[in-house]
């Protein structure tokens, strides 16, 4: 099966459209491209499914590099058979390759070659055929010389060549990887001294699970707690499979049980303990690792998604408030623009305790610049800054809303180079407050600036393969900026950097033509951006708006290319094109058939006619701000049974946690997220979205909340734990998760454990 079948196959698509991608991928096009400007050549992909064709064609080359290799090698080495070439090419994972290729793989020197090279090869066949050590004829395979010197040493010899021979059946570790993967319990237990009943861990001091069920946050919770030593981690095959990979084995040279002397089975045991099964333990809980890094990958992204398309506020001016006790709330105003205009520091709070020093000073700020906005951080002292904030709005004339902002990775960007070469002169702090201001007026053009880690939606996101997450949070970045399209003219280098077709170097030299020459008046010049060719050009120009520019349709998603197209609509309404964008109810009278006629596209038709209709409108959802209950400031605060507003700060496999205000979010288990069965939280909340929740319970000494969003009794039922793991063997069914498309069922066949039969 070719690359392009095979990629039809499993993504459920015509051989058509993945030939079509191919090509436009290999021809340079970008992925967000290819998904809004190339419907009509890959049959209207969507971005997701393009992602997961790129990701699996990634994989599958790599597999056909691999493959090639080790063809390469064993023809160099004359060992390559007709049998053997046709297996390796029918190889469908890396597994069976690696399998098929491990016998010929150069070794170290090791026992069992020393064993070859005395000339007891002949004995270990002979013996592998019989099912039994041949005792007599031991003396005749003496070798002093060689190490060899008694008929125990030849016997430890033979037995060292037959481990090795067995180990390394291809075929057999393939069935003995299937089923300890499919029936083989991950037992954990704690380290010895190191069972405290306080330790984060202590849920997992006697776990037992079937490996296949372990889910992404527990089995990263053990993995970490086995690299910080306080937990051992073993795979093991259930009681009544006992025995079952030396039957294997015996079975698979044609050896009756009957044949079977004392010292052979022994070598069957020791193949199956001491050579495959720690070898296949390794690769299964590595396999369990990249499952569960995979899972977490997309959970991180899915938050991160819906962070980045979050509502903004808009271009208003905006005062930014990093709150602090001892050293002060640090103020930031913000024009329309995102320009800094003014900064102070005020001292409301202990010990200063300046309240009305302060009010005064931001009241005089609002006044001066005419703010519409307070963005307050949700760290330390924010409730207490809020209050201040929402006395300002009443002390100006006019209307200003404040509104509490997550903060999380604020700081991180104002010690970064790109804050740095900014504000060179303004401090460390006030580019805090600055970044909290601006995260309002537009979540998407602030956060891309800071390390999508530092921003507090992942999942044990520092543990995980750290190249797959960036690549992964990367093409989320890449997915969003261009999904909401970016202003040429005001856009910073650092959003700039993720549209289609550019990159850091094109992006820092649009910056710099702008700054030469002053705001872009068309799309057509990017052509005189320094190194922005037309490949770059085709790529970006969709996605990149100029307001009030020469050309009407530059402030749109329709692409230049489909400029003629945008005319001759015009032209059938009989009005010219500006006017159309004007009267989008003249579309009506568009007939699609026609133009179709004329050769245009049936999916660009629709999209042109889509975007006239509402030029330049952002995708995102409208702007509202979650209302904190008053009075309900810290832990203490809290009772069962309250119910409050809050906002979705993660959504993880378990539930979702939720800001209400008291500088600890508390929990919605998956349990209490709805009346129903939920195997998904992310379908019923996403990060940003503003909730009703209702208290559970409150741990003060543990600083834990549990929260409900269900209705009435229904809600009064125990929650577990987040991430808590079932006790013993006897542990219950873990709840059901959403199916991970792609790259998860690729994983599981890459390591040959797929059900799939070709």
Known sequence: ????????????IKPAQVTATLALLDQGATLPFIARYRKEQTGALDDTQLRQLHERLGQLRDLESRRESILGRLREQNQLTPELEQALNAADSRARLEDLYLPYRPKRRNKAQEAREAGLEPLAQETLQQGALPKGKLNQFLNPEAGFADADAVAEGVRQILLETLSEDADLTGELRQRLWQ???????????????????????????????????????????????VLKASLHLPESLNGWPEEQM????????????SWMQQTLEQAWQKKMRPSLETELVKLLREQADQSAIEVFARNLNDLLLAAPAGAK????????????????????????????????????KQWDKSLHTLTTLAKKHGAELIAVGNGTASRETEQLAQAVCKAVPQAVQAVLVNEAGASVYSASELAAAE???????????????????????????????????GQYQHDVDQNRLGESLDGVIEQCVNHVGVDVNTASSALLSHVAGLNRTTADNIVAWRDEHGALRNRRQLLKVPRLGPKAFEQCAGFLRI???????????????????AQAIATSCGVKLEALLQQADKLKQVDPAQLEAQGYGSYTVRDVLSELEKPGRDPRPEFRSVQYAEGVETLKDLQPGMELEGVVTNVTHFGAFVDIGVHQDGLVHISQLADR??????????????VRVRVLEVDETRKRISLTMKSGAAADKPTPSSGQAPKGRAAAKPAQQAPVKGSLADKLQAAGLSSRRR
């Open 317 to 352: 001016t905006t005062i930014g408030l990093d709150p602090g006790l001892r050293t002060g709330v640090k103020v930031a105003v913000i024009d329309a623009t995102g320009k800094l205009v003014d900064y102070t520091t005020i001292y409301p709070h202990a010990p200063q």
């Open 677 to 690: 069965f939920v195997s998904d939280p992310h379908t019923i909340v996403s990060s940003g979205e503003i």
């Open 1 to 12: 099966m070719s690359i392009e079948q095979q990629l039809a196959t499993e993504l459920s």
């Open 423 to 457: 504000f060179p002169d303004i401090d460390v702090t006030i580019r805090g407050a600055v970044s909290i201001a601006r995260r309002l007026q537009d979540p998407l053009a602030e956060l891309v600036k800071i390390d999508p880690k530092s921003i507090g939606v």
């Open 547 to 565: 307001r009030d520019g020469e050309e009407p349709l530059d402030n749109s998603a329709v692409h230049p290319e489909s400029y003629p197209l």
């Open 183 to 229: 029936q083989g319990e991950f037992q954990v237990r704690a380290s010895r001294g190191k069972a405290d009943p306080d330790s984060k861990f202590r849920d997992y001091f006697e776990y037992a699970e079937p490996i296949a069920r372990v889910p992404s946050h527990r089995a990263l919770a053990v993995l970490r707690g086995v690299s910080e030593g």
């Open 250 to 261: 015996a079975r698979r040279h044609k050896l009756r049980s009957a044949q079977l002397d």
